[in-house]
């Protein structure tokens, strides 16, 4: 295997790592470079914890990667230490929504947070909402419940669980409990009721996307433990952090850049991650994202993508409205749906356009007016990936 001995000697020769791991999303640093006034006020919020008063409940909001899970669990870590000085030790239940996307696997997260297990199955979501309080009254301490991306959990079961867990407190005599809730939705609110909205957003706070600036100083600092010395060609960081600044200041998006430039790099047995391993990165990563999203659309939309594809192959500029969704019926039918209204379909058109995968423009046709165009923007080869596990759908896509 004379290829991986190549491969093997390139990536050990390369060294342009010292600590990936600090580049990875999941590792909490231990700076938090441009959210001092955030940790400050959420330490102020949380601090009553340690005189046995329940603090306010909190409700953090802010777009994609603006360190609202890494500023959250930096601070409960603090506290929590600040406490342990003393002599006590607070109890925190962080449960991450989008995983934990029932109201019976919150609960059941939450009686673990607190030492009691939980069966899989075979309660009911009250039974053990009552065991949980009947618990945790038996101990004097406080209890942070932290509901990260709870907008997850909320959209798909309703608010019953957040009202029912503002108002535990009306049940218990001991102890107290507060809630952080974390959101990336801003419109989020508008989907609970008023009594929710009021006792969860008994505080709030806001984490304003990233500039360019920011990011580079937050890039600057993780790289600073993460890579060898002298293996970031200058103009390295600065990109990552302006291509990241235009995706809504997201401080993810940033690092990812950099540590998949850095991979790049290593992988080609490169000496020095340079801005061309960063536009890679940036390719890479947005064909993940394309893929992805077209994976996880509704039906009705990935027929629509795919009669795009089938008219993008008779032309390069893609087919007017009409001839879209003459297509679309077609394809629609032969996979046995009801095809969905023109209206309907046209919508879904302009929801593809601003998700980068369609291009739809408005063309003068001379004296017969105007007509819209629609083309697909994506690759071949990414549509193949996306559709992999829809019988039928990726043998439609021509080689
Ligand atoms: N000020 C900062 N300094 C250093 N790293 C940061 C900072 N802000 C965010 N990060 C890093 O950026 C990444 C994303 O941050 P985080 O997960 O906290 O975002 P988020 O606001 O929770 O996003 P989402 O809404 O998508 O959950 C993490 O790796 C985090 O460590
Ligand atoms: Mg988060």
């Not at 004097?140 to 997850?152: A, G, H, K, M």
């Not at 990812?256 to 991979?263: M, N, S, T, V």
């Not at 536009?279 to 064909?287: G, T």
């Not at 291009?359 to 017969?368: D, E, L």
């Amino acid at each position: 295997m004379k290829d991986l001995d190549d491969l093997f000697e390139k990536v050990m020769s390369a060294n342009i790592f010292v600590n990936r791991d600090i580049l990875r999303p999941d590792f909490i640093p231990d700076d938090l470079p441009h959210r001092e006034e955030q940790i400050r006020k959420l330490a102020e919020i949380m601090a009553p914890a340690l005189k046995g008063s329940r603090p306010s409940n909190v409700f953090i909001y802010g777009v994609p990667g603006t360190g609202k899970t890494a500023v959250t669990k930096y601070v409960l870590g603090k506290v929590d230490a600040e406490g342990r000085k003393k002599g006590q030790t607070l109890n925190v239940a962080f449960i991450n929504c989008k995983q934990d996307d029932t109201n019976y696997r919150v609960i059941a997260d939450l009686c673990e947070a607190i030492g009691e297990r939980v069966p899989f199955t075979g309660l009911s979501t009250s039974e053990v909402l009552r065991r949980f309080i009947s618990i945790i009254d038996r101990s004097d301490r406080s209890l942070f419940v932290v509901l990260d991306e709870v907008d997850t959990l909320v959209k798909k079961t309703g608010d019953d669980m957040l009202y029912k867990l503002t108002r535990i407190n009306d049940k218990l005599s001991r102890t107290r409990i507060s809630i952080v809730g974390i959101t990336n939705d801003l419109k989020f609110t508008e989907y609970l009721d008023a009594r929710v909205r009021s006792s969860l957003g008994e505080e709030e706070l806001i984490f304003p996307p990233y500039n360019a600036a920011e990011l580079e100083d937050i890039l600057t600092r993780r790289a600073q433990g993460g890579f060898q010395r002298g293996r970031l060609d200058g103009g390295v960081i600065k990109l990552c952090a302006a291509l990241a600044a235009k995706e809504h200041g997201d401080a993810r998006r940033a690092l990812d850049l950099l540590r998949i430039a850095g991979e790049l790099a290593e992988r080609g047995g490169d000496q020095k991650v340079s801005e061309v391993h960063v536009r890679k990165a940036q390719r890479e990563i947005e064909k993940d994202r394309v893929v992805e999203v077209v994976r996880t659309m509704p039906l009705h939309s990935k027929i629509l993508i795919l009669s795009l594809h089938i008219l993008s192959r008779q032309s390069s500029k893609g087919g007017t409205t009409g001839e879209v969704y003459d297509l679309y019926c077609d394809v629609a039918k032969k996979f046995g749906l009801e095809p969905l209204t023109q209206r309907r379909v046209s919508d879904l058109i302009n929801e593809l356009d601003m998700l980068g995968i369609a291009n739809a423009r408005v063309v003068s046709k001379g004296r017969y007016g105007r007509t819209k165009l629609v083309a697909l923007s994506i690759s071949d080869r990414n549509l193949r990936d996306a559709l992999q596990g829809d019988a039928g759908m990726s043998s439609m896509i021509g080689k």
